[in-house]
């Protein structure tokens, strides 16, 4: 008998307005627009094997909530070349929204980009899988 696993996890994300968050994702992150529903309140963005998915809010705890207490991490294979791939739309951003790659003392090498909400996204890789 096979035992069962769960093979994904994906990240529903509140926000404020669904279509201006895929664009964020796909035009500054190079997320690919999986699907947006007709009426705006729930999309999909995916990057390789990664997928977050958007559900409108409209109250400001649920926003709120956004801003200051959720985060997604994203595994990252060349997370320099990456970086510098998206360098040019990330120093667009507001100040404050991105941190350049650096070397976590838990042995990530990360960086990270705050979204139109607030969400926080961490890009990390092992740091000894780092070709720097």
Known sequence: M???????????????????TMDFYCDTLG??????????T???????????????ADDAASL?????????????RGIDALFDQWRERLSALEPGRVRPPFDQAYG???FHVKDPD?????????????AR
């Open 2 to 20: 096979t035992t069962p696993i769960i093979e994904d996890a994906v990240a529903i994300v509140p926000v404020s307005d669904v279509t201006a």
């Open 118 to 130: 607030g969400c926080l996204l961490f890009f990390g890789e092992p740091a000894e899988q780092t």
């Open 108 to 110: 990530m090498r990360e």
């Open 31 to 40: 997320f690919e627009r999986r699907m947006i529903s007709d009426d705006r």
């Open 64 to 76: 709120h909530a956004t801003a200051n207490h959720i985060s997604v991490y994203l595994w990252v």
């Open 42 to 56: 729930f999309a999909i963005a995916v990057h390789g094997d990664a997928a977050i998915h958007f559900v409108r």
